[in-house]
């Protein structure tokens, strides 16, 4: 069993929907939780980096971590054709760094 | 404003070739990494550095060797390529162990 899973998708949703996407991980010593978007043939971005349980908020974009369940989740509002990419979730214990395998996203227009 | 730099983008070598594989950073970040990415598996630490001239094993390192003679630099080798080793290699750095790190667009190595 993976430490993170996370679900391949493609997951795909029409213009201005809102988009949920999941990761769960197995290691209760993770502290560190980030979101990052890779578009096609580029590296990954930081979009998101949270340290504790609960809801952080950026723009169209919500982080959510639940620790007691080890969930944690990305919501993007009103989604548009350019958030379509590959979304990993990644998180830390100390110096360890586990990525997720990434859910692909493609919102039609 | 580079960021982070890797040469080449694309490369295809033959079994048993060796190559060299460099990244460059310009935000004078400490820590540095070489991860691969393979379909389904996500990123996978190959190796990293803590600081010019010190290097770390990953979670995958055979086959990989690596070098960090200069802060801003860090070389990934191949020392005898094998098919295993095709995959899209990432090249990142950060401030800290624990500060997010920024990556470069990857190069894309076939063994062939």
């Known amino acids: 069993q993976k430490e993170v899973e996370q679900d391949p998708g493609p997951l795909s949703v029409p213009e201005g929907a809102i988009v949920s996407l999941n990761c769960t991980y197995s290691?209760?010593?993770?502290?560190?939780f980030m979101w990052y978007r890779q578009y096609s043939r580029k590296g990954p971005e930081l979009l998101m980096y949270?340290?504790s349980s609960g809801n952080k908020e950026d723009g169209r974009f919500t982080a959510q971590v639940d620790k007691s369940s080890k969930y944690i989740s990305l919501f993007i509002r009103d989604s548009q054709p350019s958030d379509s990419a590959t979304y990993l979730c990644?998180?830390?214990?100390?110096?360890?760094?586990?990525w997720g395998a990434g859910t692909k996203l493609i919102i039609k227009p | 404003n580079a960021g982070v730099t890797q040469t080449p983008k694309f490369r295809v070598l033959k079994t048993g070739q060796s190559m060299t594989l460099l990244c460059a950073q310009d935000?004078?970040?400490?820590?540095m990494y070489w991860y691969r990415q393979d379909p389904g598996m996500g990123l996978r630490l190959i190796h990293y550095?803590?600081?010019?001239?010190?290097?770390a094993k990953g979670e995958v390192p055979d086959g990989y060797n690596v070098s960090r003679l200069k802060k801003q630099n860090f070389l990934l080798g191949l020392e005898s390529a094998a098919p295993s080793q095709t995959s899209v290699y990432f090249c990142?750095?950060?401030?800290?162990?624990?500060?997010?790190?920024?990556f470069g667009d990857g190069t894309r190595l076939s063994i062939l």
């Open positions: 550095s803590v600081g010019e001239g010190t290097t």
């Open positions: 990142a750095s950060s401030w800290a162990y624990n500060q997010p790190q920024h």
């Open positions: 935000m004078n970040h400490e820590y």
């Open positions: 290691n209760s010593a993770f502290q560190y």
């Open positions: 990644a998180m830390r214990s100390n110096y360890q760094l586990i």
């Open positions: 949270t340290y």
